[in-house]
């Protein structure tokens, strides 16, 4: 009996034995909040919650579980709430003490839409996440020469970018019976959100226009037409497949090669796979206005022999 006393006194005191949060946990406990945040202030969900990941230690630091602080905000000048004090870059430094954890994510919005220092962020689009990690290391927010990094690291890791649209693009579930075979075993989706060549991508519903598609995922009409490699006058069509992000130079490992079926063209295979038509020509020594064969190889990852 004396033994399971002891056990029970750790588990209610929080001792050795106490669970600790992972990435896991800490993603589909405040994944929510970050998105409300985004819709709100326009900060990525993913930044935001690549953040809270590494400020907090997945919620489980010091200052995350005492003050519920999970951006390792400082208290700087102007701060009127609760303080914390702990070591940090110096003695006994003060830190934001909030009443909640929402609190914190509430006030990291804050923090960074009422600062002259981030005020170049909210110009990269909601989809650039690199781009904001790397503002956020040159704007100072933190003195790690690895920070901007780290964050990259896990959001890729965790896929965090998944949640980088409102929810309101999220709501139909997307059929992938009508996606192309070489896109099925890369299918991610979250919703009409999915992935191909480890970049999201949508598939046209009918009647969507490119300044519609552009407006609803937070991108320019400009790059929305660079990514996909579409001109001003080029419309869309329906169950055309479109990316949110810039193609890559090759295939996904394992796509090596393309058999040509009737009617595809260099345009349309580098839709189907992710790549730049360039790229995809260059690869099979071909030059622009090349025609296809059915049963043509194309190849996606390496020069043709």
């Known amino acids: 009996m004396k033994y399971l006393i002891f056990f029970m006194g750790c588990f209610a005191s929080g001792g050795v034995l106490a669970q600790k949060n992972t990435s896991e946990d800490y993603i589909r406990l405040y994944k929510d909040a970050a998105i409300e945040n985004m819709k709100l202030k326009k900060i990525p969900a993913s930044i935001t919650l690549a953040q809270g990941i590494l400020e907090s230690g997945n919620g489980n630091s010091d200052l995350a579980v005492n003050a519920n602080n999970h951006f390792g905000i400082k208290c ?72 901007a990094d780290k964050l990259i690291e896990l959001i890729e890791r965790y896929k965090l970018h998944e949640y980088d649209v409102t929810s309101e693009i999220k709501t139909k579930p997307y059929n992938t019976t009508t996606l192309p075979d070489q896109i099925q075993p890369n299918q991610q989706g979250t919703g009409l959100v999915f992935f191909v060549n480890g970049l999201r991508a949508v598939k046209v519903s009918k009647g969507q226009t490119k300044v519609g598609m552009a407006a609803d995922f937070g991108i320019k009409l400009l790059h929305l037409q660079k990514y996909n490699e579409l001109g001003d006058s080029d419309e869309l069509y329906e169950n055309q497949l ?64």
């Not at 102007?78 to 006030?107: H, I, M, Q």
Request: with cysteine; charged share 30%.
């Open 242 to 305: 479109i990316f949110l992000e810039p193609k890559r130079g090759s295939a996904e490992s394992g796509k090596d090669f393309h058999i040509v079926k009737q009617g595809e063209t260099f345009y349309s295979i580098a839709q189907m796979y992710g790549i730049w038509v360039k790229d995809l020509l260059k690869k099979n020594k071909k030059g622009l206005g090349s025609t296809l064969e059915p049963g043509e190889r194309i190849y996606l990852r390496k020069n043709r022999p």
């Open 76 to 147: 700087h000048n102007g701060w009127t709430g609760e303080s914390y004090y702990k070591d940090d870059d110096a003695p006994n430094e003060c830190f934001r003490k909030y009443k909640s954890v929402l609190d914190s994510y509430k006030d990291h919005a804050d923090f960074l839409t009422s600062r002259d220092r981030y005020k170049s962020l909210f110009s990269l689009e909601i989809t650039d996440y690199k781009g904001w990690a790397k503002g956020l290391k040159a704007a100072g927010y933190a003195t790690s020469a690895t920070y």
